[in-house]
Nanobody, 112 residues
Framework: VQLVESGGGLVQAGGSLRLSCVAS????????MGWYRQGPGKQREFVAA???????TYADSVKGRFTISRDNAKNTIYLQMNSLKPEDTAVYYC???????WGQGTQVTVSS
């Protein structure tokens, strides 16, 4: 399985970005998917997840600001990030929850 993230970049505090993750494989629509992030000097942490049926879960730190969604026809999940804060600066990774596979990550940098 291959996961390819995109959409990261440099944004000012209060701005928005939308991340995308395209997954290979025919079982995407059956898979729970998640976004994780790893900030400088920090451990990788959970950000958000979406089940195959569309139910979502968020870390408290992003609740109300980030939205995870999926498009099964495109084998893609998204992370819409609004009201970004400097502490959101991290490499963001997507993951198929039931497997050990990770994407290569996409850098998000939020300047104050």
């Amino acid at each position: 399985v291959q996961l390819v993230e995109s959409g990261g970049g440099l944004v000012q505090a209060g701005g928005s970005l939308r991340l995308s993750c395209v997954a290979s494989g025919s079982t995407f629509r059956l898979s729970g998917m998640g976004w994780y992030r790893q900030g400088p000097g920090k451990q990788r942490e959970f950000v958000a997840a979406i089940a195959s049926g569309g139910s979502t879960t968020y870390a408290d730190s992003v609740k109300g600001r980030f939205t995870i969604s999926r498009d099964n026809a495109k084998n893609t999940i998204y992370l819409q990030m609004n009201s970004l804060k400097p502490e959101d600066t991290a490499v963001y990774y997507c993951k198929i929850l039931a497997t050990p596979d990770w994407g290569q990550g996409t850098q998000v940098t939020v300047s104050s």
